[in-house]
């Protein structure tokens, strides 16, 4: 057995990808997808027709709407190949923002509907920001599952368990990135590998914590720099990966061993927390790592929508 369905076997394989040409090949059960990669699709021949085609059909409307209508058309594209969910993603320029992140992500659900999707397929992804948790709250009370996207430290989950979001997605490799940056010269990529990794441990001390008390929201380790990272979380409730990593993994055949267990979680030593808007402000300020990183993926995020509108209105 190759080591993709191996790790079947224990975790949720989740495509992270825009080019949903792909997806045949993996057989994923669920897909995501977020500004950068569905403008990277759109510059490809295969998918240039999606942009022209919405552009054209929706000529005069808003270009936020027009924005909306595209990612609709790749998730639904998306939903004709997989069993499971496809993750979309609010406009991150509106991270700071509760009202217009659950407005938007009310119109994103209304026009899946209009296309004959179901609720339940769809996970509205919202960045980790203390406005965007609560725009999250909104939704799932309202019935829309979320994904709570941008993840980079443990009140940021601590804080989206307690607003009861469907699933979260920490950002493993992005964590890496920034802790071997920091370290410079001295970094030891061996001795800061496998379950070493900062990313792993940071994925692994969250999914104890959900498992330990029991707590639903789903956990979706995402952003992977290599393989070594995903079979280091093998059990984790899901994982998004790009189909260049899953290709490395269905090519090998080493064993595949579960790295997360909720049976060894629930007898961990871990004490419940609780955050309030001002303690969670704190924490994520005193979390050099997250505060930064979560500043550069909205920048990121933002910059690619901005890249993406100038191409409809070219």
Not at 48 to 64: C, E, K, M, N, S
Not at 77 to 82: A, D, K, R, V
Not at 173 to 184: C, F, L, M
Request: net charge neutral; charged share 25%; hydrophobic share 40%.
């Amino acid at each position: 057995m190759n080591q993709l369905d191996a790790l079947k076997q224990y975790t949720t394989v989740v495509a992270d990808t825009g080019d949903f040409n792909q997806l045949a090949h993996y057989h994923p059960q669920d897909a995501t997808t977020n500004p950068s990669l569905i403008l990277k699709a759109v510059q490809k021949p295969d998918y240039a027709h999606l942009l022209q085609q919405t552009v054209q059909r929706f000529r005069g409307r808003p270009i936020d709407e027009v924005m909306d209508r595209l990612i609709v058309r790749f998730g639904t594209e998306i939903l004709q190949l997989i069993p499971g969910r496809v993750s979309t993603e609010v406009d991150a320029r509106l991270s700071f923002d509760t009202e217009a992140s659950f407005s938007r992500g009310v119109r994103l659900i209304e026009l899946y509907e209009a296309e004959g999707v179901p609720v339940d397929r769809v996970l509205i992804k919202v960045a980790s920001t203390w406005e965007g948790i609560q725009a999250a709250r909104k939704l799932q009370q309202r019935g829309i599952r979320t994904n709570l996207t941008l993840l980079f430290s443990f009140c940021q989950a601590v804080a989206c368990a307690e607003a009861g979001v469907q699933l979260i997605s920490p950002f493993v490799g992005r964590i890496y990135d920034w802790y071997k940056k920091s370290a410079g010269a001295s970094w030891n990529e061996q001795a800061s590998s496998g379950a070493n990794d900062p990313g792993v441990q940071s994925v692994r001390q969250i999914y104890q914590y959900y498992k330990h008390f029991g707590i639903p929201t789903e956990v979706m380790g995402a952003s992977f720099r290599n393989t070594g990272q995903i079979l280091a979380l093998a059990g984790c409730d899901l994982l998004t990966i790009s189909p260049e990593l899953m290709a490395e993994l269905r090519k090998s055949e080493a064993p595949v061993q579960r790295a997360l267990d909720p049976a060894q979680a629930k007898s961990a030593d871990i004490q419940r927390i609780q955050y309030d808007e001002r303690q969670f402000r704190w924490a994520l300020n005193e979390d050099a790592m997250a505060t930064e990183k979560l500043s550069e993926g909205i920048r990121a995020f933002g910059a690619d929508a901005v890249k993406l509108e100038k191409l409809m209105q070219a």
